[in-house]
């Protein structure tokens, strides 16, 4: 079975601080891992993601994680924030190249970002 | 169409009540997925649907949920006899085939009063 860990349920930053959100998984398979990000009233959206390959990702809005196998994580960083990078982040994991593509989320970090 | 649409985007229903939520995903796209978003449990999967076919029903949390497709395209989620331990956001996503990024809707916003 999979699972995800996401520690912190709330996160605060000051702007142009950086940014780190955790993420640990559970896979007995070669995962893929996404990072989404929800605004308010909003749907999903795709940050990054890790398939093979490459270990270090990078994304949509400066935003990167790194696929570390040996410690199960992949946490979400980003240099500076942003007031508009305020929002709720979810970690999440399938199974792999043979996956029918269904998600398993963590329970999601709040981001604010302070003035 | 441009992003998957999901209508309405909020419905109040009484408990009790029989209650449909719409998914038009992108054009092309094989695959479309249900999740729920609730204060108490986050994000949850329901159901995938490879074409017309449902192969992983597994998140479906009771028989009063049901879900289909017709054409390849539309899907209806169907919740019967609503409780209020429904009520949540159903999100609708849909991706161009087995294993490929999926794309995710706006949402219904689910309240059952």
């Known amino acids: 079975a999979q699972s995800v860990t996401q520690l912190g349920s709330h996160v605060s930053v000051s702007e142009g601080a950086l940014v780190l959100l955790r993420c640990n998984y559970s896979s007995s398979v070669p995962p893929y891992l996404f990072w989404y990000v929800q605004y308010p009233n909003q749907g999903l959206q795709l940050l990054l993601k890790y398939t093979t390959g490459a270990t270090l990702v990078k994304g949509i809005n400066g935003f990167e994680a790194e696929f570390k196998k040996s410690e199960t994580s992949f946490h979400l960083t980003k240099p500076s924030a942003h007031m508009s990078d305020a929002a709720e982040y979810f970690c999440a994991v399938s199974h792999g190249s043979s996956n029918t593509g269904k998600l398993i989320f963590g329970q999601g970090t709040t981001l604010q970002v302070k003035p | 169409g441009a992003g998957v649409s999901q209508s309405p985007s909020n419905k109040v229903t009484e408990k009790g009540k029989d209650v449909e939520l719409r998914c038009d995903p992108i054009?092309?796209?094989?695959?479309l997925y249900w999740y729920r978003q609730s204060l108490g449990q986050g994000l949850e999967f329901l159901i995938y649907?490879?074409?017309?076919?449902?192969?992983?029903k597994s998140g479906l949390p009771s028989d009063r949920f049901s879900a289909e497709r017709t054409g390849g395209s539309v899907s209806t989620l169907t919740i019967q006899r609503t409780q209020q331990e429904d009520s949540a956001v159903y999100l609708c996503?849909?991706?161009?085939?087995?294993?490929?990024?999926?794309?995710f809707g706006q949402g219904t916003r689910l309240t059952v009063v």
């Open positions: 054009s092309g796209h094989t695959a």
């Open positions: 649907f490879q074409g017309n076919s449902a192969p992983d």
């Open positions: 996503a849909s991706s161009p085939g087995q294993g490929l990024t999926a794309v």
